[in-house]
């Protein structure tokens, strides 16, 4: 089956005043859409980052990909890299760790590659799932992630959601998210606090949701001997202490210290980090994520290579939309070493561009969708009111940063601060 089309819109969706360790959350998410149109009307959808720089590489690799078939996943790749060429994606945030040509690749070819399974499944009538191998798991479950937050953006919009800085307000927002999703393990974004303030706040729910696993991440923002404190404060508490310092090193040293496993979406974030971070046993989780981890298919082979080195398994997320949330259920569906509840920032935003109905919350896990391929469908009103949204906000890529010193003039990123 040919694709005779390539069709990428931007789209921007409102997000609320998010706290990391690089800053806050700008007004809007920013993500790209893409609509494979394949031959006999069958059209597969994609969803990716939405910054310029990665807009740019899309950009290139769309027009090469009519007349190809869809069912050709190696030659895709290779039309990617022979496309991009050695360019690098340079998403600036560091959230997800270093940049480089195959995590561009991956990351670029991980957009296309979810299109083209979807296209197939159509095509075939059969769901992603089944593409990937089959279901080992009718439904996903995924973790409760809580942010500090602002009360409002720095224009005055509020949300919801409310200011969150203390124990209680962490407490509160767990407590809305857990009423309205059901989930039952719990992830808090740190790097924010003090690291005694995230502490204490991560001592706070431990008390209000008993046998609930927590996990915190501060993104890097503690140093060695910090992390080994806390390690040690929160010892009996925490399932695993994500990222807590910089780089394979730092992780290993922490790791030899702390009782829990280390996780990790910043120091391992291509197959050439597995060996040196497992060699130093610098991590005892690796969280994947399809989207810069080579697409579906490769992130069950590093579930494979995870189980064969006894490292478990959990699921990265940055702000998206239900595209995105599909393909993480169908992959987590057809992925038997996956070993935590997956992290989504869904509960997040407000709008999609797919229709309502397809991806429900129950017990905090979603059911794989019925319909063919990823089983949701595009709403075409939907998105064009995000792409409007896109051109009218102003953002063209992730910034936490310069927004912040809206807020703190003097801010300067938390890496290894405390
Ligand atoms: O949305 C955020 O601010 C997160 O900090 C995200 O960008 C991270 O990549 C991510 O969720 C993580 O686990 O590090
Ligand atoms: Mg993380």
Known sequence: MKI?????????FRDPPLLNAMGVHEPYALRSVVELRCEDGVVGLGESYG????????RKV?????????????????????????????????????FSVSKTVASVYALFEVAALDAQGRRLGRPVVDLLGGRVREEVDFSAYLFYKYGAH????????????????????????????????IKLKGGVLDPD?????VLALADAFPGH?????????????????VARELDGVLEYLE???????????????????????????????????????????????????GGLRDTQALSKTCEAFGVGLSMHSNSHLGISLAAMVHVAA????????????????????????????????????????????????????????????????RDDVTYMRNFVPSFQPHTARW
């Open 213 to 229: 696993p927590l996990r915190i991440d501060p993104n890097a923002a503690w140093t060695v001997p910090t992390s080994i404190r």
């Open 51 to 58: 910054d310029l720089a990665f807009l740019d590489q899309i």
């Open 197 to 201: 303030q995230e502490r204490d706040g």
């Open 334 to 397: 057809a992925t038997e070493h996956l070993t935590y509840a997956c992290d989504t920032h869904w509960p997040w935003r407000e709008v999609d561009v797919v229709a309502p109905g397809a991806l429900e919350f129950e017990g905090g896990a979603v059911a794989v969708p019925d319909g063919p391929g990823l089983g949701v469908e595009l709403d075409p009103d939907a998105l064009a009111r995000a792409h409007e949204d896109y051109l009218r906000c102003g953002q063209t890529k």
């Open 4 to 12: 005779v089309e390539v069709v990428l819109t931007p789209v921007a």
């Open 62 to 98: 769309a027009p090469e990909l009519t007349g190809r078939d869809v069912f050709d996943l190696p030659g895709l790749r290779r039309t990617v890299a022979r496309t991009l060429g050695g360019a690098v994606f340079a998403d600036e945030h560091g959230l997800t760790g270093g």
């Open 154 to 185: 720095a224009d005055g919009t509020q949300d919801h959601w409310g200011e969150v800085l203390t124990p209680e307000a962490l407490v509160r927002q767990a407590r809305q998210m857990i009423d309205r999703y059901g989930f039952t393990s």
């Open 243 to 293: 990222d807590p310092t910089p780089g394979i090193d730092g992780m290993a040293q922490v790791a030899a210290r702390a009782s829990m496993p280390l996780a990790t979406n910043m120091c391992v974030v291509r197959f050439e980090d597995l060996a040196p971070a497992f060699r130093a046993g610098a991590v005892g989780v690796v969280l994947s994520d399809h989207h810069f981890w």
